[in-house]
């Protein structure tokens, strides 16, 4: 079961977008959005508002991504961050048989090397730093996990 529903952004003014549309896919996702809002250091911050445009390994097709998180930070930096397990942000063990299950993972970790790729570049040259949150990430930040 996925755990996803509608955000009720709590304090607008902090939010760079439409507050009235903010979902979140995973119970990490809401629960980094709760920090966003009661962090005093999170200036600004918005959720899937940023959308980069880039070319998938897989299929060499253009898509658009989604960016799970844009901070902008106290400090001037800002950030556009993914949020995965962190089993989705490593390279799928190679197994003898090539079962379904293997050529999904093999398939979803080629697109999000794809996604990132493109995240990165896109982020240095505006200056700004992209990260993937694993929920070890979210665990050090202290945000408590549901």
């Known amino acids: ?13 902090k939010y760079k977008g439409n507050p009235n549309n903010v979902r979140y896919r995973s119970s990490w996702e809401r629960q980094v959005f709760r920090w966003c809002e ?26 658009r991504y989604f960016v799970d998180l844009y901070l902008e930070m106290a400090n001037g930096n800002i950030y556009l961050i993914e949020i995965k397990p962190h089993a ?13 299950k293997y050529l999904n993972e093999v398939m979803t970790y080629a697109k999000n ?28 930040l202290g945000i408590k996990l549901i």
């Open 1 to 13: 079961m996925t755990y996803h529903g509608k955000y009720k952004v709590k304090n607008p003014r």
């Open 38 to 63: 009661s962090t005093p250091e999170v200036i600004k911050w918005n959720s899937e508002e940023v959308v980069i445009p880039y070319r998938c390994k897989t299929d060499g097709q253009m898509h």
């Open 88 to 100: 989705q942000t490593q390279p799928p063990t190679v197994s003898k048989r090539k079962t379904r």
């Open 113 to 140: 090397i794809s996604k990132w790729e493109k995240a990165h570049e896109v982020c240095e040259s505006r200056g700004w730093i992209f990260q993937v949150w694993t929920e070890e990430t979210i665990k050090n």
